[in-house]
Antibody, heavy 118, light 108 residues
Framework: QVQLQESGPGLVKPSQTLSLTCTVS??????????WSWIRQHPGKGLEWIGH???????FYNWPLRGRVAISIDTSKNHFSLELSSVTAADTAVYYC??????????WGQGTLVTVSS | EKVVTQSPATLSVSPGERATLSCRVS??????LAWYQQKPGQAPRLLIY???TRATGIPARFSGSGSGTEFSLTISSLQSEDFAVYYC??????????FGQGTKVEIK
């Protein structure tokens, strides 16, 4: 079955770009019907859907983050990635990757904490 | 945007008792609602989708009900491993999925 694992820097400086990768095992990123999603959770807070990329490469992003976020897919490495530009302390959060085939998130990575600080 | 509101924020329950959590959506979502459980330091885990269908491997003591704008998650007899934070999520408004703010179930 599909398993997900996030990776990337745990510390990013303000105004820089946060970059994370989600490696997929037990399945292929270019097979349907999945939407490969990113979700974040601010410390002690609830869950915020960031956006997704479909197996065919189409993307959709949550309104508050549009203009700063980009999700891409690399079929040769079987992973998908998140880039969030111009970060501030408000972007400090645990970032999760997850699969979504029918609207709900059925598989999750373990999450990775990203702290924005100089 | 469909706003999702959960209540109460915290629920204190004794082991073996029944717990009922509520989730309200600002506009009707039919049965397009999911529930998740999150324990400290862990990722959320899917419990219920389609408002009432248990995900694979979820014990029968977890049940979901509701339709439209009002939903509930019931844990029939709380076990020690059930003390956690529970989130609901609507997925009717594709793809602007939204989560509730969570209900923490704590030991009374």
């Amino acid at each position: 079955q599909v398993q997900l694992q996030e990776s990337g820097p745990g510390l990013v400086k303000p105004s820089q770009t946060l970059s994370l990768t989600c490696t997929v095992s037990g399945g292929s990123v270019n097979s349907g019907p999945f939407y490969w999603s990113w979700i974040r959770q601010h410390p002690g807070k609830g869950l915020e859907w960031i956006g997704h990329i479909s197996y065919s490469g189409s993307t959709f992003y949550n309104w508050p983050l549009r203009g700063r976020v980009a999700i891409s897919i690399d079929t040769s490495k079987n992973h998908f990635s998140l880039e969030l530009s111009s970060v501030t302390a408000a972007d400090t959060a645990v970032y999760y990757c997850a699969t979504n085939a029918y609207g709900f998130f059925d598989r999750w990575g373990q999450g990775t904490l990203v702290t924005v600080s100089s | 945007e469909k706003v999702v509101t959960q209540s109460p924020a915290t629920l204190s329950v004794s082991p073996g008792e029944r717990a009922t959590l509520s989730c309200r959506v600002s506009q009707g979502v039919s049965n397009n609602l999911a529930w998740y459980q999150q324990k400290p330091g862990q990722a959320p885990r899917l419990l219920i989708y389609g408002a009432s269908t248990r995900a694979t491997g979820i014990p029968a003591r977890f049940s979901g009900s509701g339709s439209g704008t009002e939903f509930s998650l019931t844990i029939s007899s709380l076990q020690s491993e059930d003390f956690a934070v529970y989130y609901c999520q609507q997925y009717a408004n594709w793809p602007l999925w939204t989560f509730g703010q969570g209900t923490k179930v704590e030991i009374k």
